[in-house]
T-cell receptor, first 116, second 109 residues
Framework: GAVVSQHPSRVICKSGTSVKIECRSLDFQATTMFWYRQFPKQSLMLMATSNEGSKATYEQGVEKDKFLINHASLTLSTLTVTSAHPEDSSFYIC????????????FGPGTRLTVT | GQNIDQPTEMTATEGAIVQINCTYQTSGFNGLFWYQQHAGEAPTFLSYNVLDGLEEKGRFSSFLSRSKGYSYLLLKELQMKDSASYLCAVVDSNYQLIWGAGTKLIIKP
């Protein structure tokens, strides 16, 4: 099946710094990328949806200036957590959707962010 | 509003059968997914139902009743490795995934 990679898989950063997470679709073109956040023992929470070449659409309550999303190509999207705080510590998962739509949607392995 | 309900936690015995239910109320319906998620990992695809009925895939089966807004995931011959969270997700009229909170399945020897 299709593969979506995320990098890094784990990152620890100090409060106030910024962290960039990359999401790549390795063998298909991702017209849409989704970024999720998951807190322990909770389900996935959609943060934003991005289409290649256009601005991301953020869900209510998600600060677009804090969580910068760039979808520069059909195979790469990045999420930058700016001025990170301990409460931003979470599991971040990207999902890439291809031309076939929801039937061609695959998840990355996730990035565990810990802000100290 | 949109709502998906699943039990929070279930416990079953190795070798047995367990059924995880999911009920939904969404704006439109374009299919229902079941995903398995082990702790610290991303969800992995298990099944997709868009028509009523039972879909069988090895030890796992998924059932859908659109008129009742109801689905279940049936796991047979449970193995210890099946201990995980099982997420129900519905595709709404905008082709967005609406996620349930997940059911944590605990398998005991």
């Amino acid at each position: 099946g299709a593969v979506v990679s995320q990098h890094p898989s784990r990152v620890i950063c100090k409060s106030g710094t910024s962290v960039k997470i990359e999401c790549r679709s390795l063998d298909f073109q991702a017209t849409t990328m989704f970024w999720y956040r998951q807190f322990p023992k909770q389900s996935l929470m959609l943060m934003a949806t991005s289409n290649e070449g256009s601005k991301a659409t953020y869900e209510q309550g998600v600060e677009k200036d804090k969580f910068l999303i760039n979808h520069a190509s059909l195979t790469l999207s990045t999420l930058t957590v700016t001025s990170a705080h301990p409460e931003d510590s979470s599991f971040y998962i990207c999902s890439a959707r291809g031309l076939a739509g929801v039937h061609e949607q695959y998840f990355g392995p996730g990035t565990r962010l810990t802000v100290t | 509003g949109q709502n998906i309900d699943q039990p929070t936690e279930m416990t079953a015995t190795e070798g047995a059968i367990v059924q995880i239910n999911c009920t939904y109320q969404t704006s439109g319906f374009n299919g229902l997914f079941w995903y398995q998620q082990h702790a610290g990992e991303a969800p992995t695809f298990l099944s997709y139902n868009v028509l009523d009925g039972l879909e069988e895939k090895g030890r796992f089966s998924s059932f859908l009743s659109r008129s009742k807004g109801y689905s279940y995931l049936l796991l047979k011959e449970l193995q210890m490795k099946d201990s995980a969270s099982y997420l129900c997700a519905v595709v709404d009229s905008n082709y967005q995934l609406i996620w349930g909170a997940g059911t944590k399945l605990i398998i005991k020897p």
